[in-house]
């Protein structure tokens, strides 16, 4: 049989497996395409549903504008911003812990480490990501709140900073991780360039390096308080389950996922206001996120270099 047979029969046999391959796979993934918008899609019917159950029972303007938050007083009182103020604390906090440290991680892994601390130091980072974050809870409350109050007598039992302080913690790897990640495929070139050019390397990593990878940067920023801001157990074990809408971080206070693990614990009573609630908490805490993802795409594709 000659080479042209050959190489014919090879291409037939090729196509035949090929034509079978190409009309199955499709299917399969648009079967799982399919599921998760069905999810999507379930999960936004069942919050705008329900919150349009509580809202005709609270009016929309009370919710949003009243800073007063308490759902087991008579009729209740439904003003979301004290779980608004209770979220932005621990998230605030977080971040300004979170933040420098993951990004000065991030520098020095991509930028100092060698490649053999590199691949010590970053598996052992990234260990932070896969502790549970009840146990994050317990450090914070039998930990990092006695320093505290070690050092300033104004600290409770419950406050904003010790369970900021660890949700900052929880959500370095994240940072440093995906920063470094971003630092790490700026080509060397550039780097080699600035070098060249007489720059230092501190100089390299923050007036060349940073600004190359600032769109990932900013993603791992975006990301890491999207996670803090949908932190549950932390908050709901080291902050309390106090609505507090002050600006006080010593207080004790509770975030919008602390009361829904509260009220789903089985204190709401099923066609209740305090039922209903928990789906217009949940939603008010849908766009929280859906904003910061927005704004996430948003940067990334505005401060995106391509090489």
Do not use: C, H
């Not at 050959?6 to 499709?26: D, G, H, L, Y």
């Not at 010790?162 to 370095?172: F, K, N, R, Y």
């Not at 902050?239 to 829904?260: H, K, Y």
């Not at 204190?267 to 209740?272: C, E, K």
Request: glycine residues 8%; proline residues 4%.
């Amino acid at each position: 049989m000659s080479n042209n047979n050959i190489r014919e029969q090879i291409v037939k046999n090729t196509r035949n497996k090929s034509n079978m391959f190409e009309r199955i796979i499709p299917i399969i993934l648009l079967l799982i395409t399919f599921v998760s918008v069905v999810a999507t899609i379930g999960i936004l019917y069942t919050l705008i549903s329900q919150s349009f159950e509580f809202f005709s029972r609270v009016p929309i303007t009370d919710f949003l504008t009243s800073t007063t938050w308490q759902p087991y007083v008579g009729d209740g009182e439904w003003g979301i911003w004290a779980l608004i103020m209770g979220t932005m604390k621990i998230v605030v906090i977080a971040a300004i812990i979170a933040i420098p440290i993951g990004l000065g991680a991030a520098i020095y892994l991509s930028e100092y480490a060698t490649d053999r601390v590199r691949r010590i130091i970053k598996p052992i980072l990234e260990i932070l990501a896969g502790i549970p974050t009840v146990v994050y809870g317990f450090f914070a409350i039998n930990f990092v709140n006695p320093i505290l109050q070690s050092i300033y007598d104004g600290f409770g039992l419950y406050n904003a900073v010790s369970a900021g302080l660890v949700v900052g913690i929880m959500i370095i790897p994240m940072i440093a991780s995906l920063s470094e990640d971003a630092m790490s495929s700026v080509p060397q070139a550039m780097r080699e360039g600035s070098l060249g050019m007489g720059a230092t390397r501190l100089e390299t990593a923050f007036r060349v390096v940073v600004p190359a990878a600032f769109s990932g940067i900013i993603a791992s920023f975006v990301l890491a308080i999207s996670r803090a801001i949908g932190e549950t157990m932390i908050v709901s074990i080291a902050a309390g389950s106090t609505p507090n809408a002050s600006f006080d971080v010593t207080e004790p206070l509770q975030t919008m996922t602390g009361f829904i693990v509260q009220i789903t614990s089985g204190d709401a009573a099923f066609g209740t206001n305090l039922y209903y609630s928990l789906f217009a908490v949940g939603m008010s805490l849908f766009v929280m996120t859906l904003i910061m993802n927005i704004i996430s795409a948003w940067l990334t594709k505005r401060f995106r270099e391509e090489y």
